[in-house]
């Protein structure tokens, strides 16, 4: 596959279903996203299954020799089906543990369509934002309008006065992996020239 551009992002967390959805187009998806990670040498961090868009995304990049790090509770790991090609497999506690681990190897994450699990995952992602621990952005990959309701819900949320702006608009949305990926790569550009700005003021004594 032919590389493109690298950004900062080197690692992104993954998040989606253990089924492959109703219609094919989620599986499409699935493996375009992974395509573009492999050409933009990022490094994917995962629930470590081979079945549902986990499993088409992990052999998408697995075949374009992309790297992948698959993170399992044990008890998953016959249930959830652990991909045997992923040589980087984590094996941890449980879901806790899981998510704490794919926090600390991402950069950034990523939401494809899913379900309970995924949105699990994608707002404790989230949440840490909201609480001033995390930085990392996040994303929502809209395949179809897939995620048109829980967007509408979390406006609801903002204009409820629930949710802040800024948290809000942390959550980023797209309908492609290329947008996506594009987006989230200036978040963490504009999260890294804002703190390069914050530590110039410190070192010269105005902050």
């Given at each position: 596959?032919?590389?493109?551009?690298?950004?900062?992002?080197?690692?992104?967390?993954?998040?989606?279903?253990?089924?492959?959805?109703?219609?094919?187009?989620?599986?499409?998806?699935?493996?375009?996203?992974?395509?573009?990670?492999?050409?933009?040498?990022?490094?994917?961090?995962?629930?470590?299954?081979?079945?549902?868009?986990?499993?088409?995304?992990?052999?998408?990049?697995?075949?374009?020799?992309?790297?992948?790090?698959?993170?399992?509770?044990?008890?998953?790991?016959?249930?959830?089906?652990?991909?045997?090609?992923?040589?980087?497999?984590?094996?941890?506690?449980?879901?806790?543990?899981?998510?704490?681990?794919?926090?600390?190897?991402?950069?950034?994450?990523?939401?494809?369509?899913?379900?309970?699990?995924?949105?699990?995952e994608i707002f404790e992602m989230l949440t840490q934002f909201q609480l001033g621990i995390s930085e990392k952005p996040c994303g929502l990959l809209n395949v179809d309008g897939f995620y048109d309701p829980?967007?509408?819900?979390?406006d609801l949320f903002q204009r409820e006065r629930f949710l802040r702006k800024e948290h809000r608009d942390h959550l980023l949305v797209?309908?492609?992996?290329?947008?996506?990926?594009?987006?989230?790569?200036?978040?963490?550009?504009?999260?890294?020239?804002?703190?390069?700005?914050?530590?110039?003021?410190?070192?010269?004594?105005?902050?």
């Open positions: 596959m032919k590389s493109e551009t690298k950004g900062l992002i080197k690692s992104v967390g993954v998040f989606c279903g253990s089924s492959a959805g109703g219609r094919d187009l989620y599986a499409q998806a699935a493996a375009t996203l992974g395509e573009l990670l492999v050409r933009q040498s990022i490094t994917m961090i995962y629930g470590g299954g081979n079945i549902g868009l986990m499993g088409v995304i992990a052999d998408t990049m697995l075949a374009g020799g992309g790297k992948v790090t698959g993170v399992i509770p044990e008890q998953l790991t016959d249930k959830e089906l652990a991909h045997k090609g992923v040589e980087d497999m984590r094996i941890v506690e449980g879901m806790n543990a899981r998510k704490g681990l794919i926090y600390e190897l991402s950069d950034a994450f990523i939401a494809m369509p899913g379900g309970y699990g995924t949105m699990d829980l967007v509408q819900q979390l797209s309908n492609t992996p290329e947008e996506l990926v594009g987006m989230l790569q200036a978040a963490m550009m504009a999260e890294r020239e804002g703190q390069q700005w914050i530590d110039e003021l410190k070192i010269n004594n105005r902050y």
